[in-house]
């Protein structure tokens, strides 16, 4: 957003400028983790020693953590600024969907941990041991207590996002796509994928279509044209009841 509208862009909402109702605010998934952002949305008090800088390395090796944490600053502020609309601007479809799997992921990380408790007897007290606790006692169930609580908490918080995705009077997704066979295969698998977690789909932007000149013929543009055509049709007919829009 910072390069599309040549102005500076933080965490914050910031208005555009000439405009007076437009604002836009840019996440650093990465810079949010190096300021214990992700600490700190899940109650977790940066000053406590190695016990966060364990769990912030642990939180930061989960897939699809960045994806969570930007979107759960991006909610936490909403209630503070009241828009009529917000538009996330998503990563590629792969990340999208590791994003809308993530509580799975949680459950999957949660039941790992459970397993590895019951087949390594003091395994993780002994880590609480090594973050200045003993490795048996208070210390060491305590760590494992907060590791589970804290988990616990991140996956209600993606839950929460997750719900308001699901409900087509608050959110609806827009597919952008150019008309070419790999774009056209994403976005089907987009589709497929969005109608899976439930969550409305029927708007596709058709992107960098040509719109050759009759009257200034370039034989280049033609043939890209018609080979666009080609894809353009397939989208109408697969997506009959969605609304297409072809963009320049």
């Known amino acids: 957003m910072s390069d599309a509208f040549d102005q500076k862009f933080t965490n914050q909402p910031t ?10 605010m840019e996440i650093d998934a990465q810079a949010s983790a190096e300021n214990n952002q992700m600490l700190k949305s899940l109650g977790i008090d940066e000053g406590s020693g190695t016990g966060a ?46 994003l809308l ?28 041991g090594l973050m200045g606790g003993s490795a048996t006692g208070p210390a060491g169930e305590d ?22 995705f699901k409900d087509p009077e608050k959110t609806t997704f827009i597919a952008v796509c150019i008309p070419e ?11 497929i994928e969005l109608a899976k977690f439930e969550i409305d789909i029927h708007n596709i932007v058709i992107n960098q ?13 033609t043939a890209r044209r018609k080979m666009q055509d080609k894809y353009i049709t397939q989208l109408k007919e697969i997506y009959d009841d969605f609304h297409l829009v072809i963009n320049p």
């Open 53 to 98: 800088s364990f769990m912030k390395e642990f939180m930061g090796s989960v897939p699809g953590i960045d994806e969570a944490t930007s979107f759960g600053e991006v909610i936490k502020s909403l209630d503070t600024y009241k828009f009529d609309l917000v538009i996330f601007d998503t990563a590629p479809t792969g990340h999208t969907l590791r």
């Open 209 to 221: 279509v040509c719109f050759p000149e009759a009257d200034n013929p370039c034989r280049k543009c």
């Open 15 to 24: 208005l555009v400028k000439t405009f007076t109702n437009l604002y836009c």
């Open 101 to 128: 799997n993530f509580p799975n992921i949680l459950d999957k990380a949660l039941l790992k941990m459970i397993q590895m408790k019951e087949k390594f007897g003091g395994m993780l007290g002994q880590i609480g």
């Open 181 to 191: 066979f790999l774009s056209l295969y994403e976005t089907e698998r987009l589709a």
């Open 143 to 164: 760590m494992q207590k907060k590791l589970f609580e804290s988990l616990d908490v991140m996956k209600q918080k993606i839950v929460e996002v997750n719900n308001q």
